[in-house]
């Protein structure tokens, strides 16, 4: 299938070249192949434009920025989406201004731009409730979770977490619910409710397992694995994030592995094992130099300095 996006492209065959791209999207985000992904959405998004589609020109835009987001090209990401809410807005198509405004929020929250983010996904719920589009507005709900509490708005996070997960429960989404959860979790875990945020990312876990979504699986036990060690279960916390590395490591997500192996790192650590602390939060700072994440990597080399304090007091 990419290499008849490729031809079809090559010979003038613009229609076969804007349209495929587009159905494939969900499969490369499912399987995470996301060369292939970029790849065949910028001949969609090049194709659009030399027929002057400009529907199917911002949903290119759209497929593309949530690709680039997936391999942290936030900025390209954040023009795309920009984009794409720009010709919605002219083209009058409110249903899906209000998608490309959510997908802008989770773009910008990536990139720690979080007022930015809490307006975007709160215009793009607004649009969906207006719209009567209860799943995407249990999305838009979804994000603007994310970015209220890295904006350290908790209470708000939590509620915002609570509904999206609620509508996604009504709709029939398991996946997405088990996303929800996962979100509420962590927003729990800041206001140090350990037992309910363990709760909420054990649901979550449960629900990757039984949709199949290994990396979701990955991303459940990391979150779970934080949630325990706050709640000084140790011993728990460490299987949980040695089971996310090598979840992370199987599915090709480098980041996300540095992240867990940075977690596994502090959990060892609280457990006086720091000879494995020491080698867990070096491994994690070299993935994230290696993946160009230095606010990340000044983290993991901070607790790499404190498990040899430790050891050595």
Do not use: K
């Amino acid at each position: 299938l990419v290499a008849a996006v490729t031809m079809a492209a090559a010979t003038g065959r613009d229609h076969a070249a804007m349209r495929l791209p587009l159905l494939l999207a969900e499969y490369f985000e499912w399987r995470r192949r996301f060369d292939d992904w970029i790849a065949t959405t910028t001949a969609s998004l090049a194709a659009a434009r030399r027929l002057g589609d400009r529907r199917r020109e911002g949903d290119a835009q759209t497929i593309l920025g949530n690709a680039l987001r997936h391999v942290r090209r936030f900025d390209e990401a954040i023009t795309a989406h920009q984009d794409a809410a720009a010709i919605y807005q002219q083209t009058g198509d409110r249903h899906r201004e209000g998608t490309a405004l959510n997908n802008l929020g989770l773009a910008l929250a990536e990139a720690r731009r979080f007022d930015e983010a809490i307006t975007a996904c709160q215009d793009a719920a607004a649009i969906h409730r207006e719209t009567s589009d209860r799943h995407r507005e249990g999305s838009a709900l979804n994000n603007l979770g994310i970015a209220l509490r890295e904006a350290r708005r908790f209470d708000e996070a939590i509620t915002a977490c609570q509904d999206a997960a609620a509508i996604y429960r009504e709709t029939g989404d398991r996946h997405r619910e088990g996303m929800a959860l996962g979100n509420l979790g962590l927003a729990l875990r800041r206001v140090r409710r350990f037992d309910e945020a363990i709760t909420a990312h054990q649901e979550d876990l449960a629900i990757c397992r039984e949709t199949g979504d290994l990396h979701g699986e990955g991303m459940a036990l990391n979150n779970l694995g934080s949630a325990l060690a706050e709640a000084r279960r140790f011993d728990e916390a460490i299987t949980a994030h040695q089971d996310a590395a090598a979840i992370y490591q199987e599915t090709g997500d480098r980041h996300r592995e540095g992240t867990a192996l940075n977690n596994l790192g502090l959990a060892l650590a609280e457990a006086r094992r720091f000879d494995e602390a020491i080698t867990a939060c070096q491994d994690a700072a070299a993935i994230f130099g290696e993946t160009g994440d230095d606010y990340s990597e000044s983290v993991a080399l901070r607790n790499l300095q404190e498990a040899r304090a430790a050891q050595q007091a």
